[in-house]
């Protein structure tokens, strides 16, 4: 059904996913834009029912993996987590890494107007992949494949959230309920200077509230405020 | 850790469930509403978590099941009977015919409140069951377990669609292009009073457009509203 030539071209796709799909006609059925088909056959043939199920794939592979590493964080927090790399920018950028456009069958004026390279566009044809290799070999060889790159995204977030997250959090709180913003004051520093940790305390209103310790001041800051988060409002956690 | 008494209670669910957990303290803490431990314990202790994994779970599983057997829907028709089927209202019925009300552990407040039987509640719990038994058993136990109780929603869902659908698409298709509405004439009536089809012509503007055939009036005015669709834009399918 497929020609040689995509065949051999639909070769270099899965080297670079590490999948050897059983049925090549889903992997190709993936990376079928509607512009392709839309003058010529029925709509079944293109990637979006396949984008259908990989979004709910994602969902599923992403929750795992964030319920079974972050075992302090709230249902909330988990919920934003997953908003933020389930998503089209993140998902774009994950199929740019896989050059996913080059692989896409596009109608002509798609390819005119620059299809190759649309955020929208890729991210489905993301989705739609993982659905792919989903219909072909199940959730185990999904997470085989896909959970490296879409690891690194959710750190990279949970990272920079958590960098913001305790500060402002305790701030809105101080500001709400107190009147007042949080000072820091850093109380000690420990060790040469290539692995120095540093101890910060919080104070609002001038009394000293919770510590923190961290590689660096913004980490013990964090560190100092989430301490602090959890003595002023327990029943939230962190 | 759970007292023999709450095993005991356990038991039946388990019973119900046909589904026996290796950790059956997955199953309590799907079962533990944030009111009940708020006061005293951690919020990594109630059923929330499970929650945000298992509404993933349910997601993937009817699509998964979706895209199997309705092979000629779209994706937007796809989409739309999965929303119409993972949500608070369907889900809290599947609660309810599993009497998840009786085994939920709940804070005084909300017991008083009617906590037990409110569909928010039952749908949080049906879903965070449901990641409880991804979490103890995997994709495979959970399809057992639940899919047979959603199939016959989403049936209940695609064959009332199925009514409403082609009939009201065709007539916003033809308002909005032609200016007009489609009529429907019944061209003939074949077999025994016991199991009749009918036979039904659709006109547009006194034209003949599609036939239909179906055990019943509306069943075939729905085939001539569906053939004559593909036929009007043919590039949506049906």
């Given at each position: 059904m497929l020609d040689p030539e995509r065949i051999q071209e639909l070769e270099k796709l899965q080297k670079t996913l590490d999948y050897r799909f059983g049925d090549l006609n889903l992997l190709n059925k993936s990376l079928t834009h509607k512009s392709f088909v839309?003058?010529?056959?029925?709509?079944?043939?293109?990637n979006e029912r396949f984008e259908f199920l990989g979004d709910s794939v994602l969902d599923l592979i992403v929750s795992d993996y964030l319920i079974g590493s972050f075992t302090d964080f709230s249902e909330g927090k988990l919920s934003k987590i997953r908003a933020a790399v389930v998503n089209e920018t993140c998902l774009a950028g994950l199929a740019r890494k896989l050059n996913l456009g080059r692989f896409l069958l596009l109608g002509k004026g798609e390819e005119q107007s620059g299809?190759?390279?649309?955020s929208s566009l890729l991210a489905n044809a993301y989705e739609a992949l993982t659905g792919a290799v989903y219909l072909d070999g199940g959730l185990g060889e999904v997470k085989r494949v896909f959970l490296g790159g879409l690891k690194q995204e959710i750190r990279q977030r949970v990272d920079s959230r958590g960098i913001q997250d305790f500060k402002s959090e305790l701030q809105e709180y101080t500001q709400t309920h107190l009147n007042c913003i949080p000072a820091y004051r850093v109380v000690a520093e420990h060790g040469p200077d290539h692995e120095k940790t540093f101890e910060v305390e919080l104070l609002i209103q001038n009394k000293a509230q919770g510590r923190g310790v961290g590689r660096n001041k913004k980490e013990a800051e964090q560190a100092a405020a989430r301490q602090t988060l959890e003595t002023l409002r327990p029943e939230q956690g962190a």
């Amino acid at each position: 059904m497929l020609d040689p030539e995509r065949i051999q071209e639909l070769e270099k796709l899965q080297k670079t996913l590490d999948y050897r799909f059983g049925d090549l006609n889903l992997l190709n059925k993936s990376l079928t834009h509607k512009s392709f088909v839309n003058e010529t056959a029925s709509p079944l043939k293109n990637n979006e029912r396949f984008e259908f199920l990989g979004d709910s794939v994602l969902d599923l592979i992403v929750s795992d993996y964030l319920i079974g590493s972050f075992t302090d964080f709230s249902e909330g927090k988990l919920s934003k987590i997953r908003a933020a790399v389930v998503n089209e920018t993140c998902l774009a950028g994950l199929a740019r890494k896989l050059n996913l456009g080059r692989f896409l069958l596009l109608g002509k004026g798609e390819e005119q107007s620059g299809g190759r390279d649309k955020s929208s566009l890729l991210a489905n044809a993301y989705e739609a992949l993982t659905g792919a290799v989903y219909l072909d070999g199940g959730l185990g060889e999904v997470k085989r494949v896909f959970l490296g790159g879409l690891k690194q995204e959710i750190r990279q977030r949970v990272d920079s959230r958590g960098i913001q997250d305790f500060k402002s959090e305790l701030q809105e709180y101080t500001q709400t309920h107190l009147n007042c913003i949080p000072a820091y004051r850093v109380v000690a520093e420990h060790g040469p200077d290539h692995e120095k940790t540093f101890e910060v305390e919080l104070l609002i209103q001038n009394k000293a509230q919770g510590r923190g310790v961290g590689r660096n001041k913004k980490e013990a800051e964090q560190a100092a405020a989430r301490q602090t988060l959890e003595t002023l409002r327990p029943e939230q956690g962190a």
